[in-house]
């Protein structure tokens, strides 16, 4: 089974900067998508940011102009380079991939997340 794996998480003081990394590893024959949710306490999880195969990319407006989505060149690699940091950015961020078998189907896969805070 393909497995994805978020790093780069933690504690920041408002106007700080973070980067998160979410690395997949298993049998991937086509990348379709890779991106990020978050979801913060009380609240449903909602897109942050995504970058398909073409290396179009789509931001949520609250994030725009702060937070940058790039890649490697496996293709296999997703980074969200987060700047300017607000309290409002607190959640727990969870990479999303949609992949490709050998048969053309495609299917989304989930990491576990990782824990961001913005505080003082």
């Known amino acids: 089974q393909v497995q994805l794996v978020e790093s780069g998480g933690g504690l920041v003081q408002p106007g700080g900067s973070l980067r998160l990394s979410c690395a997949a590893s298993g049998k991937i024959f086509t990348i379709s998508a890779m991106g990020w949710y978050r979801q913060a306490p009380g609240k449903q999880r909602e897109l942050v940011a995504v970058i398909t195969s073409g290396g179009s990319s789509n931001y949520a407006d609250s994030v725009k102009g702060r937070f940058t989505l790039s890649r490697d060149n496996a293709k296999n690699i997703v980074y969200l380079q987060m700047n300017s940091l607000k309290p409002e950015d607190t959640a727990v961020y969870y990479c999303?991939?949609?992949?490709?078998?050998?048969?053309?189907?495609?299917?989304?896969?989930w990491g576990q997340g990782t824990q961001v805070t913005v505080s003082s």
């Open positions: 999303k991939a949609v992949f490709g078998n050998v048969l053309g189907n495609y299917y989304d896969y």
